[in-house]
């Protein structure tokens, strides 16, 4: 899942990966949903991070 990314992202190949927007990738980057690291001013997202968020909440789908 995701081979095209790196292990880890920024935001904007978050939102890119998610398909979702900018401020939406913001927001789940601060509400600690999906867990980041704040290098300086910039966030770094592990890639494992996404594919474990989107298997936490896939989970609440079924």
Do not use: H, W
Not at 23 to 51: F, H, W
């Amino acid at each position: 899942m995701f081979n095209c990314y790196p292990d880890v992202v920024t935001v904007a190949d978050l939102a890119k990966m998610l398909k979702v927007g900018r401020n939406t990738a913001y927001e789940l980057v601060r509400a600690n949903s999906i867990q980041s690291v704040k290098i300086g001013k910039s966030i770094r997202i592990p890639k494992e991070s996404v594919i474990q968020y989107l298997a936490r909440n896939s989970a609440k789908d079924d």
